[in-house]
């Protein structure tokens, strides 16, 4: 038997059925049938070629860019696939797109794993799973996977911002007979001060009694270089 480029098995379909059953073979890892959506694939060259890009996308989500695959027709009603998945990438570099309240860092730090180490699609996915619950972030877009420089994995991540604060103020004055007196409050809260990720709440309103009832909440997210936090309340 003689393998086929996809473009070639075309010759074939004379004496071959309009569709086949897929079976995928290889070195591992290796895609089910099921979640490349190819149970059966038609014979046409069109649908081999969709199916060998769906194959290929397969293994480069899992860290694997330099996947190859061959389609033979083993019997009129199935093909099969035989996949070398190549060796496995490492991450090169992560780049945050629609960053520009916070600093980069600030939310790389939430990964854990960094550029040279072997490219990792469940850190990955947990790390966006961070950025989604984290209060810095409003949405998550789909990151794309880009071969860098070196030979290895790029992952560009987009993010939308959330909004880092807010400012308040109610004042106003009271009073008569050149005795006007200022009342109301003020409030300041910011999520990301200066873009570092601290946290920094300051509220200050007049009191019945003639003074001023004041707050301030300080908060640091990180320590020591570990995720803890420490808040200080005022």
């Known amino acids: 038997m003689a393998l086929f480029p996809a473009l070639l098995l075309a010759a074939s379909m004379a004496l071959s059925p309009d569709s086949a059953a897929v079976r995928i073979s290889g070195s591992p890892p290796l895609p089910l049938p099921e979640e490349v959506g190819a149970r059966h694939v038609a014979l046409a060259d069109s649908a081999l070629i969709s199916l060998q890009e769906r194959v290929l996308a397969w293994y480069l989500e899992r860290g694997y860019p330099f996947a190859s695959v ?21 991450l090169e570099e992560v780049r945050l797109e629609g960053v520009e309240k916070n600093r980069p860092e600030l939310l790389l730090r939430m990964l854990d794993i960094g550029p040279g180490d072997p490219y990792d699609p469940q850190a990955l996915e947990e790390w966006r799973e961070s950025l989604r619950r ?46 006007e007196e200022l009342e109301g409050g003020v409030e300041i809260l910011t999520r990301s001060l200066l873009g570092t990720g601290r946290q920094l709440e300051i509220t200050a309103r007049r ?25 200080i309340r005022l």
């Open 70 to 90: 061959g389609c033979l027709l083993t019997s009129p009603d199935t093909l099969e696939l035989r996949a070398v998945p190549g060796r496995l990438a490492l």
């Open 134 to 179: 984290s209060e810095l972030v409003s949405s998550v877009g789909r990151a794309r996977l880009q071969l860098g420089p070196a030979g290895d994995l790029v992952v560009v991540q987009p993010v939308v911002e959330a909004p880092t604060g807010h400012f308040s103020a109610d004042l106003g004055y009271t009073g008569s007979g050149g005795s």
């Open 207 to 231: 009191a019945d009694w003639g003074g001023v009832d004041a707050y301030l909440r300080y908060r640091e997210p990180w320590i020591a270089g570990t995720p803890l936090s420490a808040e």
